[in-house]
């Protein structure tokens, strides 16, 4: 199965979702560390389905909106998301075009680089702050003494990309001073 399809499926394990509402989690919930193209979603939902790994939990209608089609994981799904959940995963390479840019920036003045690599800086402290107050929001609605708490492997993964931010913030700060 393709990884979208596990992105559904770990959405759909920890509440039912509508499509709409899967798009907006992926934007929201996961979107800082996998991103998916927003047409991807109902098709992915309608093979699920197909293949028994999702169901049709119900229809939500409500007088001044369209029909909301609730799907749940199943059990067949909620194996499958275990199974793969435990395969050996790979190092991922990390596709960056700034760094590519720093790779060649013995290529340009130095003063020109460092504005590049001060306004790179800019967009991670933003990101940074993104992510340490999504840290603090998830923190506060965690259940400390419930491990089964999907929330506790939600702010795991919210912490990487804290972590993450750091590290490419205090990079760009030791280039800048090498330059």
């Not at 979702?17 to 907006?24: A, E, H, R, W």
């Not at 996998?34 to 939902?45: C, D, F, H, T």
């Not at 799907?71 to 998301?81: F, K, V, W």
């Amino acid at each position: 199965m393709s990884s979208i399809r596990y992105a559904v499926l770990s959405l759909l394990a920890r509440e039912p979702l509508s499509g709409y509402d899967i798009k907006q989690y992926m934007n929201n919930r996961i979107g800082p560390f996998w991103k998916v193209g927003s047409n991807q979603v109902y098709p992915e939902l309608a093979k699920l389905e197909e293949e028994g790994l999702v169901k049709l939990q119900g229809v939500e209608q409500l007088t001044y909106r369209p029909a909301r089609k609730l799907y749940e994981i199943t059990d067949a799904g909620r194996e499958a998301l275990v199974l793969w959940t435990l395969e050996p995963g790979g190092a991922e390479n990390v596709r960056d075009d700034f760094l590519l840019k720093a790779y060649n920036s013995w290529l340009v003045e130095p003063e020109k680089m460092k504005a590049q690599i001060a306004e790179i800086k800019k967009q991670h402290e933003k990101k940074l702050a993104v992510y340490q107050a999504k840290v603090e929001e998830l923190a506060a609605q965690l259940d400390p003494s419930d491990r089964s708490d999907p929330l506790a492997s939600s702010i795991s993964v919210v912490e990487f990309g804290v972590e993450y931010e750091r590290l490419y913030i205090a990079w760009c700060e030791r280039l800048m001073k090498k330059l």
